[in-house]
């Protein structure tokens, strides 16, 4: 079975970025937190408290998990933005620490690995910590950014069960830190005309959805189900059911799934390579969903 791609111009970058500069971060819209951006020299942000043009606050973020989301999308991301900035890192390897540092001139004080973690907490320069980690790590370190006094954006999906997603939103409500997710289709304009389209049915009643996401060259830590809780469900179908959702402007009221033949079967002894599944919803719509 061939996975289907779907290009989309409307690239992570420029959702970081538009994100910044325009819409701001609705999850954190409050006091002092009402838009992500920031850019200039890192290491002199840190020293003067980043300011933006208009004498505002910029916000230090400081990403926790250094892989390609991180350095691919991110970090050049967050030099492009005009409210926040890369103030910290977070990583287990000597060597991209020692890479980043000079990559984005941090300072070493806002240099953490996972064993000092914590200490984040004593670190004016970091107002949020950005969770990009392994699906089964979300948890834990939200809830230990939390507990250090940072608001937190941990990337989708959430947790890997509904238990966790609990535990993250209770800890943070604790604190009074906001907690976002990083599905950055909330804003996309496309998904958003294809809302508009849907609910108000500007070309009549929808009647079946057929919707389709998948990626090519997945390794490491995606193929171990401890670290990825799942197979592509979690990552990848999520698109899938939240367009068919947003697009109705209802919730599925049943839903039937299967998983897909296995082209290598070694690759994926201990996950789904793909998952078939069919949403119900009120009205007599359907949505024929895959993901590999």
């Known amino acids: 079975m061939t996975p289907y791609h779907q290009p989309n111009p409307y690239t992570r970058r420029k959702f970081i970025y538009n994100l910044s500069c325009k819409a701001g971060f609705a999850a954190l819209a409050v006091n002092g937190i009402s838009s992500l951006a920031g850019c200039g020299t890192n290491e002199q942000q840190s020293e003067e408290k980043?300011?933006?043009e208009k004498g505002q606050h910029k916000l230090g973020i400081a990403l926790v998990g250094l892989g390609g989301y991180s350095s691919g999308e991110l970090a050049p991301s967050l030099k492009e933005t005009q409210h926040c900035y890369l103030s910290g890192i977070v990583t287990g390897s000597p060597d991209k620490a020692e890479k980043?540092?000079?990559?984005?001139n941090i300072p070493d004080k806002n240099i953490y690995n996972y064993q000092t973690f914590d200490s984040i907490k004593d670190?004016?320069?970091i107002d949020i910590v950005y969770v990009v980690l392994p699906n089964s790590m979300h948890a834990e370190y939200t809830i230990r950014a939390a507990k250090a006094g940072k608001h937190v954006i941990c990337e989708k999906p959430m947790a890997v069960s509904t238990e966790e997603c609990e535990s993250m939103i209770a800890a943070c409500k604790e604190v009074g830190k906001m907690l976002s997710i990083g599905y950055r289709l909330h804003f996309d304009p496309f998904h958003l005309e294809m809302m508009r389209l849907g609910q108000k049915k500007i070309y009549g009643p929808i009647k079946l959805i057929k919707a389709y996401n998948g990626m090519d060259g997945t390794s490491g830590w995606r193929l171990d189900k401890k670290l990825a809780g799942g197979g592509p469900l979690m990552d990848l179908g999520v698109y899938c059911i939240q367009g068919a959702r947003y697009t109705t402007g209802l919730e599925p009221i049943s839903v039937a799934a299967q998983e897909g033949p296995k082209t290598n079967k070694e690759m994926?002894?201990?996950?789904?390579?793909?998952?078939?599944w069919q949403m119900e919803f009120p009205g007599g719509i359907n949505a024929d969903c895959m993901c590999s």
């Open 50 to 52: 980043a300011t933006n």
């Open 100 to 104: 980043w540092k000079k990559q984005y």
């Open 123 to 125: 670190n004016p320069d």
């Open 268 to 276: 994926f002894k201990n996950i789904e390579e793909t998952i078939l």
